[in-house]
């Protein structure tokens, strides 16, 4: 196994830095076996995935991750109860289940959980179908939804024999009553019921459209509920279905621990959105919130020069703080990310650090904390050595850009005649970092 691990993590190099595959496993790996994640499968991704799903399944498998997979089975059923012409309706969001409609269910839905199985055992990984014995349920309304169920109880000891015996949970949306009696859970309420009892450390939806898209149907990459929460239920383009999706996202987060975070993406995009800071996919965090100075504390500098270098990995010159022209410090509450703002030309406002810990920026941190900028600055500008990684990312946010040397300048909110002196201003500065040591030369070859 520890050889597949290894071989599989270079592999995994290949997605981002080897660097950052290596940190996540290991940060997955922190917590028990089965609360690494909950992975809801829609039935869509069963349909058109579903060798996809099964080969990023397996992939985690054989890096010794043990996700608990739930599926619905909506599609499918669908198409079964027309064909068996059993009309069903759907109030609230709930399937009507009256006992002909259970009768099409209950094989459609043992159905899928097989195809399932089976694609993952033809890749020689083990799991467990978990029909029942997970969801305990009373009638959520008998008179209204038929024999829908809602959750009292998800018992657990079937998903850790699962895991400890080294098979992948794979849990149908079917639960029973004290008494023995069958009834069809909600796939959107049994994800919450297993996530809550759970409490695992990611939360993925698996969807066919892979995240949450934006008004120009792009997948939006982060969302930090307390900074943008508020904003986003604003947005006319955000439509039911959505809000009804952040809705009940946040409630979620807000009952678990803060570093558990939702992972919306699809089969194909799973391993990359789990391995790599960038994602493939919208990651949700319960998020943190920024604060704001404009003087500091012996304290405060204390602070920053222990978060500079960890983003920069240079050393700060001693002598930073009394050079610095402070106009303001925007920093989050966990100190992961910080920018520092100074008095640059005419005290017009220049953007002297930016700095994210690796790890914040998968968190979105770096967005986050450039809408506060936003928000506090209409006008701003700054500069980074050329071969910055960051610079496209700060071609998205500046309106002009401009290379000089080995620098590049970057701004928004000046006209191009404004810029000259800024310009000028931004090149002249000095460095903030010691020198790097000097590389000793190899003798002659
Ligand atoms: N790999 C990290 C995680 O799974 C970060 C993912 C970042 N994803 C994104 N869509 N921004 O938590």
């Given at each position: ?42 039935g869509?991704?069963l ?24 599926h619905?089975a909506?599609?499918q059923l669908n198409k079964a109860l027309?064909e068996a012409?059993v ?10 289940t009256?006992p002909e409609v259970m009768a099409v269910a209950r094989p459609v839905i043992y159905e899928q959980n097989m195809r ?13 179908s978990?029909l029942h ?14 024999l ?24 149908a949306c079917m ?7 069958v009834?069809n ?261």
């Amino acid at each position: 196994m520890a050889d597949t691990r290894n071989i599989i993590l270079e592999l995994l190099g290949q997605l981002g830095s080897s660097r950052e595959a290596r940190e996540y496993l290991q940060r997955f790996s922190t917590v028990d076996s089965y609360q690494f994640a909950v992975v809801k499968v829609g039935g869509g991704v069963l349909a058109d995935e579903l060798e996809q799903l099964a080969s990023a399944l397996t992939f985690l498998r054989h890096v010794g991750l043990f996700p608990i997979v739930l599926h619905g089975a909506g599609p499918q059923l669908n198409k079964a109860l027309e064909e068996a012409g059993v009309d069903s309706e759907v109030v609230d969001g709930m399937r009507v289940t009256t006992p002909e409609v259970m009768a099409v269910a209950r094989p459609v839905i043992y159905e899928q959980n097989m195809r399932l199985t089976e694609a993952l055992e033809a890749k020689g990984t083990t799991c467990r179908s978990l029909l029942h014995g997970v969801f305990e349920a009373d009638y959520l309304s008998p008179g209204k939804y038929g024999l829908v169920g809602d959750v009292v109880r998800v018992h657990k000891d079937s998903l850790r024999s699962a895991v400890n015996a080294g098979a992948l949970p794979i849990v149908a949306c079917m639960g029973e009553s004290r008494s023995g009696q069958v009834m069809n859970i909600n796939a959107d309420v049994a994800a919450r019921a297993l996530v809550l009892a759970v409490e695992p450390y990611k939360v993925i939806f698996l969807t066919p459209t892979g995240g949450l898209l934006d008004d120009k149907d792009r997948i939006i990459s982060s969302i930090n509920l307390s900074t943008d929460y508020d904003e986003l239920m604003q947005q006319e383009w955000v439509h039911s279905g959505m809000r009804l999706k952040l809705v009940q996202i946040k409630y979620l987060l807000d009952q678990l621990p803060g570093s558990t975070s939702v992972s919306i993406t699809s089969a194909t995009g799973l391993t990359k959105e789990l391995f790599t800071h960038t994602g493939a996919g919208t990651l949700i965090r319960k998020g943190e919130g920024f604060s704001s100075l404009t003087q500091l504390t012996e304290e405060n500098q204390h602070e920053i020069a222990q978060l500079l270098p960890r983003c920069f990995d240079r050393e700060l010159d001693p002598g930073y703080f009394d050079q610095l022209k402070l106009q303001r410090l925007i920093w989050s509450d966990s100190r992961r990310a910080a920018a520092v703002i100074a008095n640059g030309h005419d005290a017009i406002p220049y953007m002297d650090k930016f700095a994210v810990t690796p790890t914040a920026r998968g968190e979105g941190l770096a967005t986050a904390l450039w809408h506060q900028i936003r928000k506090i600055f209409p006008k701003l500008y700054w500069r980074a050595k050329l071969n910055n990684p960051i610079n496209d990312w700060y071609h998205r946010q500046a309106d002009i850009s401009m290379r000089a040397g080995d620098w590049r300048v970057f701004s928004y909110g000046f006209s191009l005649e404004e810029m000259q002196p800024l310009a000028e201003d931004a090149l002249g500065r000095e460095e903030s970092w010691l020198p790097l040591p000097e590389v000793e030369e190899g003798p002659d070859e």
